[in-house]
Nanobody, 125 residues
Framework: QVELVESGGGSVQPGDSLRLSCAAT?????????MGWFRQAPGKERDFVAAIDGSGSAIYYADSVKGRFTISRDNDKNLVYLEMNSLKFEDTAVYYC?????????????????WGQGTQVTVSL
């Protein structure tokens, strides 16, 4: 079965940075999978954050994180990253890594078929 494991979350102050990692059990096929990051705050829906295609040539961001977050991947290591800079209170959420199905929208959570357990990011004073 496919397993995705997020790490790197923590508690930081506004303006700080964090780098999240997502490790996949996928082997040589990892480079064929589109991957995404979503987040869910308490009492809120799960929202799109960023996505990247298999080769890393196509990248998408939510408007709320453009210019602050960077998604990347290392296919040799089966890893996807989310570099988060200039963090704000509203970035507080559980962040999930997910593998996308073939076709469909990059920004729609229902398009993604495998999900990690999530990692908590808390931005507070």
């Amino acid at each position: 079965q496919v397993e995705l494991v997020e790490s790197g979350g923590g508690s930081v102050q506004p303006g700080d940075s964090l780098r999240l990692s997502c490790a996949a059990t996928s082997g040589r096929a990892f480079s064929t999978y589109d991957m995404g990051w979503f987040r869910q705050a308490p009492g809120k829906e799960r929202d799109f954050v960023a996505a990247i295609d298999g080769s890393g040539s196509a990248i998408y961001y939510a408007d709320s994180v453009k210019g602050r977050f960077t998604i990347s991947r290392d296919n040799d290591k089966n890893l996807v990253y989310l570099e988060m800079n200039s963090l704000k209170f509203e970035d507080t959420a559980v962040y999930y890594c997910a593998r996308k199905a073939q076709g469909g929208s990059y920004i729609y959570a229902g398009t993604y078929v495998y999900w990690g357990q999530g990692t908590q990011v808390t931005v507070s004073l």
